[in-house]
C-alpha cells in the first residue's frame, strides 16, 4: 500500500507558475513510477508527465512539453511537478499516481495502481 498527497495548487494568473508536491508513505516510493493526471470538469483524466522510479527518464504530454517540468526526490519520498508559463486550458485537478511500470504504456492511467485525492489548480485569463 502507498498513501500518496498532493499539494501546492491554488489559483494563478495566466503566465504564472505553480510547484506541486505529491508526498508518499507507505512501501519503498522509491521502486515506483510515478505519474502526473489532471482532470478538468467534464473531461476524462488526461496525462501529464510521467518520471521513472530512478528519475532518469522522464516524458511530458505534448500541451505541456516545454513549460512543465517532473522531478523527483526519493530521500524525501516527493515528486514534484514545476509548472511555468501557466494557461487557462491547464485548470484541472492534478492528481499524482504510482506504478510498478514504465514503458510505452505510462500515459495509461489503468497502469497505475494507487492514487492521490487531487489538488486544483485554476489559472485565470
Known amino acids: 500500500q502507498v498513501q500518496l498527497v498532493e499539494s501546492g495548487g491554488g489559483l494563478v ?3 504564472g507558475s505553480l510547484r506541486l508536491s505529491c508526498a508518499a508513505s507507505g512501501r519503498t516510493f522509491s521502486n515506483y513510477t510515478t505519474g502526473w493526471f489532471r482532470q478538468a470538469p467534464g473531461k476524462e483524466r488526461e496525462f501529464v508527465s510521467v518520471i521513472r522510479s530512478s528519475g532518469v527518464s522522464t516524458n511530458y504530454a505534448d500541451s505541456v512539453k ?38 510505452s504504456r505510462s500515459r495509461d492511467p489503468s497502469r497505475y495502481d494507487y492514487w492521490g485525492q487531487g489538488t486544483q489548480v485554476t489559472v485565470s485569463s
Not at 514545476?82 to 486550458?89: D, I, R
Open 66 to 103: 516545454g513549460r512543465f517540468t517532473i522531478s523527483r526526490d526519493n530521500a524525501k519520498n516527493t515528486v514534484y511537478l514545476q509548472m511555468n508559463s501557466l494557461k487557462p486550458e491547464d485548470t484541472a485537478v492534478y492528481h499524482c499516481a504510482v506504478s510498478s511500470y514504465y514503458g
Open 13 to 15: 494568473q495566466a503566465g
